[in-house]
């Protein structure tokens, strides 16, 4: 079984809608995080969460929101739902120190 | 705001060959990481550099940080095709998420 599983891994839905993208990690890790990422631009952080009663704005939170349900549960949401939110998200998991952060395999949305 | 810029964005290579892929980044860190991620699949970490003339090598890569001049390398050696993919380097500053390389996109042909 992955680390770091995030459901679902593909999903297309309409403009306006609101999704959740679920992330969970068996690898007891405190620090999450979620990324998207885009053709040619690399990662961008959206969220960061470092405990259950931490949650941080990264780089492109606008739009998004996210809620730490548990230590090895973090989900992210689209309120309402606009096609350049086509992307594929990732989640990540750190404990502390230098070690690197590890990814789930992605979920691909695509918003019409 | 931290920015890192990789480059090349895509390097087409034949097997053999050595090549440098270059990560610079604007201000101070002493993290920095290297990963790999094939098409449709996730990233995969290759290696973490923590401190100035720190080199990890493995295999025929090999990453080194100089933190004076905000810059690492990945270096390939005899380059082969099973190393085609796209490499990205990310630095993380105070305690934080990374900031990521836009990545370069490397095709290894025969």
């Known amino acids: 079984d992955a680390d770091v599983t995030q459901t679902p891994r593909n999903r297309i839905t309409k403009t306006g809608k609101r999704i959740m993208l679920e992330c969970s990690q068996t690898?007891?890790?405190?620090?999450m995080y979620w990324y998207r990422q885009d053709p040619g631009l690399g990662l961008r952080l959206i969220y960061y969460?470092?405990?259950?009663?931490?949650?941080n704005k990264g780089e492109i939170s606008d739009g998004y929101s996210v809620s730490r349900q548990a230590q090895a549960k973090f989900s992210l949401s689209l309120e309402s739902a606009i096609p350049n939110q086509t992307a594929l998200y990732f989640c990540?998991?750190?404990?502390?120190?230098?070690?690197?952060?590890?990814f789930g395999d992605g979920t691909r949305l695509s918003i019409l | 705001e931290l920015k890192v810029e990789q480059n090349p964005l895509f390097l087409s290579m034949q097997e053999g060959k050595n090549y440098t892929i270059y990560c610079n980044y604007s201000?101070?860190?002493?993290?920095l990481y290297w990963y790999r991620q094939d098409p449709g699949k996730s990233l995969e970490s290759l290696f973490v550099?923590?401190?100035?003339?720190a080199v990890k090598q493995e295999g025929r890569l090999m990453a080194s940080l100089d933190t004076k001049a905000r810059l690492s390398t990945l270096h390939i050696t005899a380059a082969v095709h099973d190393l085609s993919a796209t490499y990205f380097c990310a630095v993380m500053w105070g305690a934080d998420g990374l900031t990521f390389g836009k990545g370069t996109h490397l095709i290894i042909q025969p």
């Open positions: 690898k007891g890790h405190d620090r």
């Open positions: 990540a998991t750190s404990d502390l120190g230098h070690q690197p952060q590890h």
């Open positions: 201000t101070t860190s002493d993290r």
């Open positions: 550099l923590l401190s100035n003339g």
């Open positions: 969460s470092f405990d259950v009663k931490d949650i």
